[in-house]
């Protein structure tokens, strides 16, 4: 998925036992890989996901997402984040196609491993709400977070009505209590 006038690759709605592998999805106009209103599971791995004009990979009301191994590079604005602004991107209700009855999908149950996540100029590395249901059941090791310039490139949204919080990378451990064999590179 690659130079497109919209998202490369986008999961709407519903969407369950899902495998992406040795994908690329770069160069896209807005995002590169959006996962909506979906229970999972999600597996992305041994991807590149770059260069894309918005984010490497958003998602919104999504749950159990494994990114394993990719490299999420050079997207413009986050590398990977899950919107805080509105309740629904952390709760977002779905039609069971199968059933035809309504879900509820709490991002939650995440998962990155040995993943390359880097960036420069503003962009961000990870942005989330503060969210028990997301850091409660959230996983991530052995990732290399790199960028260019910036030192604070992990965005916390506290609650709601409060000003998001920029952390370092050692604020991000902390935040996340993840990331024990992982490492900053900072040129």
Sequence with gaps: AVGNQATGL????????????????????????????????????????????ESGVMATGSARVTLEGNTVTGNLQHQIVLPWLADDHVETAAVDFETGRSVTIRSAQWTLTG??????GDSLLFSV???????DTFRSDRNRWQHAERRDVFLVYPRRGAMAERLSFDGWRTASRQERLSAFVYP
């Excluded at 890989?33 to 999600?42: D, K, N, Q, R, Y």
């Excluded at 993943?115 to 420069?120: F, P, Q």
């Design 10 to 53: 986008w999961f709407d709605t519903d969407n369950t036992d899902i495998t992406v592998t040795g994908a690329i999805v770069c160069g896209n106009a807005t995002r590169g890989v959006f996962l909506e209103a979906s229970p999972g599971p999600f597996l992305i791995e041994n991807s590149r996901i770059c260069d894309n004009g």
């Design 115 to 120: 993943n390359t996540i880097g960036g420069a």
């Design 129 to 135: 709400g503060r969210w028990p249901s997301f850091f």
